[in-house]
């Protein structure tokens, strides 16, 4: 099977620095108790306040006031060390409620491992690997990393719009919505975030003298899970983009360079 962006990227960053990983093997991140007497609903509550009161309407995450008041986040976390298909399979019998709690939960969890990670300004070079790949985490009752729970699980369902609503807290990232994800709306939630994702400029951008589209990295990283929705990349973002903006079909496809420094309210954007 042909490798992604994404999987050459994290091969080749582990072949580099070998020596370096060999004495900082996989760690497991403790997953916080959180209030044990809580129901679903009230965790699910829990993490919808996490967004309201953290996030702004850019999408970015107030991660230094967050680590002052972490324990609606620790409560969904802990929520989700032990809830899942395997271990409350009767929560998550209808799939748009699977996947809806797999994207709530990612994003939860990246958002606990930034606060874990000591609020980094970036997760550029080796801590990339560090975030996403060495550290794991209790998820549904089974150690697993952040790639693991993407790749192996997430993206194993079949639906490509999911890479507009995983979050890694990263700038390159689609903007993180300020609600959780639902059940009972995901269709109509996974298709407000596609459209707004393709219709940001730091996103999608054309240079009519180069004959060239320049689309985000993420369709890089990713492009079989595009091209079997598409016959193109282009053709892919154009089911998103409004008839005026329509992007030429015959450019040449191109990419914005993935911004991995970490979407901090807290920091200036030129930092």
């Known amino acids: 099977m042909k490798q992604s962006k994404s999987q050459k990227l994290i091969v080749g960053l582990i072949s580099s620095v070998s020596v370096v990983l060999v004495s900082s093997c996989s760690t497991l991140v403790r997953?916080?108790?959180?209030?044990?007497?809580?129901?679903?609903?009230?965790?699910?509550?829990?993490?919808?306040?996490?967004?309201?009161?953290?996030?702004?309407?850019?999408?970015?995450?107030?991660?230094?006031?967050?680590?002052?008041?972490?324990?609606?986040?620790?409560?969904?976390?802990?929520?989700?060390?032990?809830?899942?298909?395997?271990?409350?399979?009767?929560?998550?019998?209808?799939?748009?409620?699977?996947?809806?709690?797999?994207?709530?939960?990612?994003?939860?969890?990246?958002?606990?491992?930034?606060?874990?990670?000591?609020?980094?300004?970036?997760?550029?070079?080796?801590?990339?690997?560090?975030f996403f790949y060495f550290k794991k985490f209790v998820i549904d009752g089974e150690e697993m990393s952040l790639y693991a729970y993407e790749n192996d699980i997430i993206r194993k369902l079949g639906e490509e719009r999911v890479h507009f609503a995983l979050n890694c807290m990263s700038r390159g990232c689609p903007r993180l919505p300020r609600v959780p994800f639902t059940g009972k709306k995901l269709n109509q939630e996974l298709e407000e975030q596609a459209k707004f994702f393709f219709s940001e400029e730091r996103n999608v951008r054309v240079d009519?003298?180069?004959?060239?589209?320049?689309?985000?990295?993420?369709?890089?990283?990713?492009?079989?899970?595009?091209?079997?929705?598409?016959?193109?990349?282009?053709?892919?973002?154009?089911?998103?983009?409004?008839?005026?903006?329509?992007?030429?079909?015959?450019?040449?496809?191109?990419?914005?360079p993935y911004d991995w420094k970490v979407n901090n309210s807290e920091r200036k954007r030129d930092e």
Request: proline share 5%; charged share 25%; net charge positive.
């Open 31 to 130: 997953m916080p108790e959180g209030r044990q007497t809580l129901t679903a609903v009230q965790v699910e509550k829990a993490w919808g306040r996490v967004l309201k009161e953290f996030v702004n309407e850019k999408g970015e995450v107030s991660f230094f006031k967050l680590n002052q008041k972490k324990g609606d986040l620790e409560d969904y976390v802990a929520y989700i060390a032990k809830a899942g298909p395997k271990t409350t399979p009767n929560q998550f019998s209808d799939p748009n409620t699977l996947l809806a709690h797999y994207l709530n939960s990612y994003n939860a969890l990246s958002m606990y491992n930034i606060l874990h990670a000591g609020i980094p300004d970036s997760l550029g070079g080796l801590k990339k690997v560090n």
């Open 208 to 256: 009519e003298k180069e004959k060239k589209v320049f689309l985000s990295e993420i369709l890089d990283f990713f492009p079989e899970d595009f091209l079997k929705k598409a016959t193109s990349l282009i053709a892919y973002a154009n089911k998103y983009r409004v008839k005026p903006k329509q992007l030429p079909e015959n450019f040449e496809v191109d990419y914005i």
